[in-house]
């Protein structure tokens, strides 16, 4: 019994050979009830189909139309997909070598004038053989093409194969004609063209394997990130530790893992401590130490101690699986630069055979004689040479690799318009914690007054603190634990909103909070107000402690700026873009960090609701607007900008508000995602002038278009290896993005 799909459905699709192929599936799948909208993606043979749709139908629905389809769900076996793959890739070769075999040995004879004449006694019988071993040869390495364009020319379309059974074809009856009336043809006109039917069979099989082989390249992110994925756990159930599939794996188990081998699930730590290499989910290179209440992901390896954690999530819920299924995501979608190409392409191939109809009868009419022969081979040239598959190839291919490319650095684009819109980027907007900023407090000095020691001070500190959930509070807590400093029972507590904590400790009133809290309890400070002011101008929360009314001293609280936020800026800078530093902290700390960070543009005392009209009131003024944030208090302005930058860990990778979420905390992935996305864009347009500008030249030289000024025609052989090279140079230089490198 069927069941329908409900949100988004991958699906790989089996047949499609040209971008003449896109249109007919998603016309196919979208006539199916239930589909809202439908994306394939020509450079990885596949399609996303949203809406409430029975898959059974889809498959169906793609088989009416002439291709295969399958569910992709789970995790493929990266290693299945790229035997698959090879196996295309040999299969491809050995029917290249078949064809091209014959049809040199066909070529040499006949230039070394080894072959009967046709019309001759001994070529009566040796013409119709190579007639028959050529039709068998050209089933054997061109079927797939002419299987696809009966089934095209059914469904009343017409593609890549069509052109290529249509050119090879009309080869070969040709010159079955020619065996035929040999007596009656003109004698320029005598020629047959076994050799060059399954010469374009060979030189396109070529291409097409070449293309898989460089397509296989591209998708080498999503490879690895599939390859990162354990087939088996070590559970512990009812005392013993024993070996599961990763599929049996349940919420709330206790894992085992022991030194080299790879976390299976996201969890937390219950038990030991190690070192984890998350390297390949978020491009830090350095190890990250995980002790007892550490968060650990799928796919990351553990280096040296063992350790056991709970699953906290398993499945399509785990981190690398949301990562790799945004990744698909982003390379299946379509910026405006593709619908532009597909749009293109799907009229293509009726327009390339209407210039080869009219490429025959120009010559027939018009031509020297024998003017069918120059009619016939101008006309099977037009059909031959003409490629749409580089035209659909050139924007689908390049974001696949940039995509692939971000996720090897730790930065996940979730949507294909962002990669094209990053690179315009003219204003970004920075929250300041969490982005600037570390976005965990650490005290920054401790100033005792009179005759208390700094560890006294902290102890009471600590003890008036311990029941606070304020992030100051925890930093104050943790710096009291590294200094093995233990709390004091207080009693009498009272928190003050806005202001502090009153409290009894050893039979001692304690204050601990602001100037206001210390005004409010008539403690004199009015000594420390230029030490206060100094602090803060530094960009430090000071708060004062006073025991039985006397002011006991100055505990300073800062969230510090990240290491790279100030060479992030600097590069930003460098790039052009206008950086705004925009925050709900007070004018003071907020200036001191802005400085700090080389930022000089700063809003502060925002709140987080009004950070969006922030965003909006600048794109009103003209700005394309970048916004990065937590991706959780700035959700409306992510949601707002241009590109939304969400900075997060591994674990917060399903942040919907962010088109692009920064796997690790560091601001310097901006600028990369900002260059990637200009050298992407570039890489785009070269493929697209280069399909254009292949085909713009190439159709009318093969017309005959330079015949009449240098007695020149381009030969149907060579006309089928610039269509097979044209695909491959598009995929060779979409690959050039794996390299990209930042400033």
Known sequence: MSTETSGELRLSILGMRCAGCVSAVEGA??????????????????????????????????????????????????????????????QLMKKAAVAAIFGLLLMVAEHLAWLPEIGSTAGLWFWPEVALITLSIMFYSGWHFYSGAYTALRLGQANMDTLIALGTGSAWLYSCIVLDYYDVLPSLAK?????????????????????????????SAIRQLIGLQPRTARVIRNGEEIDIAIEQVGLGETLRVRPGEKIAVDGVLLEGHSTVDESMLTGESLPVEKTIGAQVVAGTVNQTGSFLFTATRIGRDTALA???????????????????????????????????????????????????????????????????????????????????????????????????????????????????????PVV???????????????RLAASIESGSEHPLAAAILAAAELRKIKPEKVKQFSAIAGHGVVATINEQRVLFGNQALMDQQGVSCERFKNRIEELSALGQTPMLLAVDNQIGGIIAVADPIKKDSAEAVRVLNDLGVRIIMVTGDNQITAASIAKQAGISELRAQVLPQDKAAVVKELQLAGEIVGMVGDGINDAPALAQADVGFAIGTGTDVAIESADVVILQGSLLKVPEAIELSKATVINIKQNLVGAFFYNIISIPVAAGLLYPLFGVLLNPMIAGAAMAMSSVTVVTNANRLRWTKFS
């Open 29 to 90: 799948l979208a006539a199916v009830d239930g589909v809202t909208s439908v994306s394939v993606n020509f450079a990885d043979h596949s399609a996303v189909v949203k809406g409430h749709a029975d898959p059974e139908q889809l498959k169906r629905a793609a088989k009416a139309a002439g291709y295969d389809a399958a569910v992709m769900e789970g995790f493929e076996d990266a290693s299945e997909q790229e035997q698959q793959e090879l196996q295309r890739y040999r």
């Open 191 to 219: 020629h047959a063209y076994f050799e060059a039917a399954v010469m374009i069979l060979a030189f396109i099989n070529l291409g097409s394997g070449l293309e898989t082989l460089a397509r296989g390249k591209t998708s």
């Open 322 to 440: 949301q990562i790799i299924s945004s990744v698909r995501q982003a390379q299946s979608s379509k910026p405006e630069i593709a619908r532009l190409a597909d749009k293109i392409s799907s009229i293509f191939v009726p327009v390339v055979v209407v210039l080869s109809v009219l490429t025959f009868l120009i010559w027939y009419t018009f031509g020297p004689e024998p003017s069918l022969g120059y009619a016939f081979v101008t006309a099977m040239t037009v059909l031959v040479i003409a490629c749409p598959c580089a035209l659909g190839l050139a924007t689908p291919i390049s974001v696949m690799v940039a995509v692939g490319r971000a996720a090897q650095s730790g930065i996940l684009i979730r949507k294909g318009e962002a990669l094209q819109t990053a690179g315009k980027l003219t204003c970004l907007i920075l929250d300041k914690t969490g982005t600037v900023t570390e976005g965990k």
């Open 444 to 458: 920054s000095m401790i100033e005792t007054i009179g005759d208390i020691s700094e560890e006294q001070l902290l």
